[in-house]
Structure formats: structure tokens, C-alpha cells
């Protein structure tokens, strides 16, 4: 059996100004200069750009994807590494990271023109796209991408691209079958001593050698608790390999059910 570490880390959330050369710059501006506002964005009762509107001078899911990652970074697709160096050791044990995320927190959302960037090498929680992803599988998606999708109740599977490929495989169809709400994308943010994990808002497992049960409890325990609960599909498919079935309801009523035959 594995024994499990948690940490539990608080956040204290410091608002900081940057300084810029706006008033110097002679360019063009993306989508528009940052004095002026943009009169077609629609903004929610937090004040943010609303979340799901599709808007070419914000965020289309097509327009200044550079600005998350370079679709022709080929390290973020093929393995450039010594596989054995991400085989896996029962010797290292898993490790929960959980934040304690205030709750009158409410995640701004970005318009392309700007980059985000996070603190934690895993982010769980924080600013994100206005477009979440469309569920399922993707041959890579950006963090920028799937937290809004967390915060929606969404399991995020992650793995090493240099990791064992069976225990990819096993991996990969554990979270198919336990919920209709879960992104899976490779990520080179993991490290050679715990290539998967598996993350919700506020919350992240990483371990060594994929167990079922250590997974399906995981999300058991911590999907599904993200602060804007919606099943409502993402519009962003940007390298979408196959999209998400339902498992049990649309709204996930029976997460990981004992029916399905997980590997």
C-alpha cells in the first residue's frame, strides 16, 4: 500500500502593480492599447470578462495561442529524454498537495493579449483563459486552459511524455471511465521522479507508478469541487485527440463506478 503525504500550504494573496512603457510605445497594440477599453468584451458580476463568450479581440480558442505555447516545441510531444530515467519507483512515495483557497477567491480571466504566468511548478487554482477546453483527451493543453476547466469540478491527468507507455495507457483509461469532466494532456512541468498527477481545484497528487485505486480514490475525494460547478462542454479544441464520454451522468453523479471495467 502507499502511504500518502499531504501538505497543506495557505496562500496570502499580495496585489502587486507593474510598471510599463505604454505611454512610449508607438506600435501596434494586440487587440488594442491597454488604455483603451474594448467596448465588445461582456464582464460578470466579479467584474471579469465573462467566461464562454467567444470574442476574436479576447479569446476565440484560435487566435495568439503562441502567447500559452509553441505548438512546434516538439519536447512538449515526443520524448527527447532517457526513458529510464521516468520509469517509476515504488520506493518514492505519492504526494496531495492541497491549498486553502479563501472563499470569496474568484479567478480572474485573461484575454490573449496578456500572459499568465504561476508560482506553484502545478498550479491548481489561479488566473485562466475566459474559454475553458472542450472535455477529453488532447495531444497537449496548457495550463492556462485546463484550470478553468478544474474550476469547473474537472479532474486534470497529467503525464510525463517520457513516462512507462503502459502505464500511460492505464492511466488514461482509469480517468475515462471514472468521469465525463477530465482533461488529459501530456505536461513537461512533472518531474522524472513522479511523471503523472492528477489535479483538481485546490488539490494535486503526484506519485511514481500509476496505482487504479490510488487514483480513483483521489478523485473520488476531490473532483467535482471546483467553485463554478457546470457539466457545460468548453469551446476550446485546439489539439483535441478524442472528446470525453459520459460515464455516468452528464453531471457526474457516481464518480469512478464499480460497473465500468477500469484497467
Not at 24 to 43: A, M
Not at 205 to 218: A, Q, R, T, Y
Not at 224 to 244: F, K, N, V, W
Request: charged content about 25%.
Amino acid at each position: 500500500m502507499f502511504n500518502i503525504l499531504i501538505f497543506v500550504i495557505t496562500f496570502v494573496f499580495v496585489v502587486r502593480t507593474e510598471s510599463t512603457d505604454n505611454e512610449t510605445w508607438t506600435g501596434l497594440w494586440f487587440p488594442h492599447s491597454p488604455n483603451k477599453s474594448d467596448k465588445s468584451l461582456q464582464y460578470d458580476e466579479h467584474g471579469r470578462v465573462k467566461m464562454g463568450v467567444v470574442n476574436g479581440n479576447c479569446d476565440d480558442g484560435k487566435t495568439n495561442l503562441t502567447v500559452d505555447f509553441e505548438k512546434n516545441d516538439i519536447d512538449l510531444y515526443k520524448c527527447l529524454h532517457d526513458r529510464r530515467d521516468f520509469k517509476g519507483d515504488y520506493a518514492i512515495e505519492p504526494i496531495i498537495h492541497e491549498y486553502t483557497i479563501p472563499p470569496a477567491y474568484s479567478a480572474m480571466h485573461k484575454c490573449m493579449d496578456k500572459k499568465i504566468t504561476y508560482t506553484e511548478r502545478l498550479p491548481t487554482f489561479g488566473t485562466h483563459r475566459p474559454l475553458w477546453a472542450k472535455y477529453g483527451e488532447y495531444e497537449y493543453l496548457p495550463p492556462q486552459r485546463w484550470l478553468h476547466n478544474s474550476e469547473h469540478g474537472a479532474v486534470i491527468a497529467l503525464y510525463h511524455i517520457c513516462a512507462n507507455k503502459q502505464q500511460i495507457y492505464e492511466f488514461k483509461t482509469v480517468v475515462k471511465n471514472c468521469l465525463y469532466r477530465h482533461i488529459i494532456t501530456p505536461s513537461n512541468l512533472l518531474t522524472k521522479e513522479r511523471p503523472f498527477a492528477v489535479i483538481t481545484w485546490g488539490r494535486s497528487l503526484e506519485f511514481s507508478v500509476f496505482h487504479p485505486n490510488m487514483v480513483k480514490d483521489f478523485i473520488r475525494n476531490s473532483a467535482l469541487r471546483g467553485p463554478e460547478q457546470t457539466p457545460r462542454d468548453g469551446q476550446y479544441d485546439s489539439l483535441l485527440i478524442e472528446h470525453a464520454k459520459i460515464v455516468s451522468t452528464e453531471m457526474d453523479t457516481n464518480l469512478c463506478p464499480p460497473s465500468i471495467n477500469h484497467t
